[in-house]
């Protein structure tokens, strides 16, 4: 089973970037899918999640009305469209998806998480 995370790079600030995971090895469209991030120095953080369905999503206060997060169940693709890019959104950006559907998790804690992928660097310049 694997997360493989892209779309990342250099971007002026004000900028936008469209990441992509895609999943292989098994099926998540089922699955509660999150993003995350981690910038030098600090502690992974929640960036954004959503239900299996699509229905309701969720976001950290910093990036709420910048980023949207969406998927693709036949894909078994999962999306983070980044807007008005701020420096301080400089970091790795994971995306993650728990061994079950994840109904009931606490979708900001990345304990609740057991599938990663390795992560795309977005480095915003100001």
């Known amino acids: 089973v694997q997360l493989q995370a892209s779309g990342g790079g250099l971007v002026q600030a004000g900028g936008s970037l469209r990441l992509s995971c895609a999943a292989s090895?098994?099926?998540?469209?089922?699955?509660?899918r999150g993003w995350f991030r981690q910038a030098p120095g600090k502690e992974r953080e929640f960036v954004a999640a959503i239900s299996w369905s699509g229905g309701s999503t969720y976001y950290a206060d910093s990036v709420k009305g910048r980023f949207t997060i969406s998927r693709d169940n036949a894909k078994n693709m999962v999306y983070l469209q980044t807007n008005s890019l701020k420096p301080e959104d400089t970091a790795v950006y994971y995306c993650a998806a728990p061994r079950t559907t994840g109904q009931g998790m606490s979708v900001m804690n990345p304990r609740e998480y057991y599938y990663w992928g390795q992560g795309t660097l977005v480095t915003v310049s100001s």
């Open positions: 090895g098994r099926t998540f469209s089922r699955n509660v």
